[in-house]
């Protein structure tokens, strides 16, 4: 099945600092999604984004779905930033998430 | 709208012991899914169903069950408890789109299980 490969695994910024998440994947997509998990577990949709750039508010994710990765930034960050960052994927028939293992943010006041 | 809801928010299973887990969506979904997440690991898919009457298995389906009897609403049923059941349970909906309109899955709060 596809791999999803998630870099950096572990982040720590100061507050109001940019950070890049990244997400590659092994082969092509049809969905992928980046997801915000807070502290209380919560899974927070952030984007959808198979292909192409998207921006909302602070965040932004753009998707080479030809080259196989994915890209998150987060700028000026804050301490509500603070969490899991997921990327998951679906590749080929039907809709089965596969998700990567996460990158866990902390923002620092 | 309510969205995804999940019910109940925390349970304490012992060995043995069976269990419903709750999953509503109200946005008119055609697909719905189950996804188990471990401790420090990304979610994984247990079972998912494409309408009413059709459930198929994902990732991690054994220990589990479900049925869809309406467009609503997809319990899952865990039937004699094992502590390697201990996790957090997601359930998930989406509109089963396909090509570029894409098929975006809300996720509901999930269930924390532990099995004792």
């Known amino acids: 099945g596809i791999q999803v490969e998630q870099s950096p695994p572990d982040l720590i910024l100061q507050e109001g600092a940019n950070s890049t998440l990244r997400c590659n994947f092994s082969?092509?997509?049809?969905?992928l999604q980046w997801f915000h998990q807070n502290p209380w577990g919560q899974l927070i949709n952030l984007f959808y984004?198979?292909?192409g750039t998207k921006q909302n508010g602070r965040l932004s994710a753009t998707t080479v779905a030809t080259e196989r990765y994915s890209l998150l930034y987060i700028s000026s960050s804050q301490t509500t930033d603070s969490g899991v960052y997921f990327c998951a994927v679906v590749a080929g028939y039907g809709n089965k998430l596969v998700f990567g293992a996460g990158t866990i943010l902390r923002v620092k006041s | 709208n309510a969205g995804v809801t999940q019910t109940p928010k925390f349970r304490i299973l012992k060995i043995g012991q069976s269990m419903t887990l709750q999953c509503a969506q109200d946005?008119?979904?055609?697909?719905m899914y189950w996804y188990r997440q471990d401790p420090g690991m990304g979610l994984k898919l247990i079972y998912y169903s494409v309408g009413a009457g059709i459930t198929d298995k994902g990732e991690v389906p054994n220990g589990y069950n479900v049925s869809r009897s309406t467009t609503e609403d997809f319990p899952l049923r865990l039937e004699l408890a094992a502590p390697s059941q201990t996790s957090v349970y997601f359930c998930?909906?989406?509109?089963?789109?396909?090509?570029?309109?894409?098929?975006?899955?809300?996720f509901g709060p999930g269930t924390r299980l532990t099995v004792l």
């Open positions: 998930a909906s989406s509109f089963g789109l396909a090509g570029p309109l894409g098929d975006e899955q809300f």
């Open positions: 082969d092509s997509v049809n969905n």
């Open positions: 984004i198979p292909s």
């Open positions: 946005m008119n979904h055609n697909y």
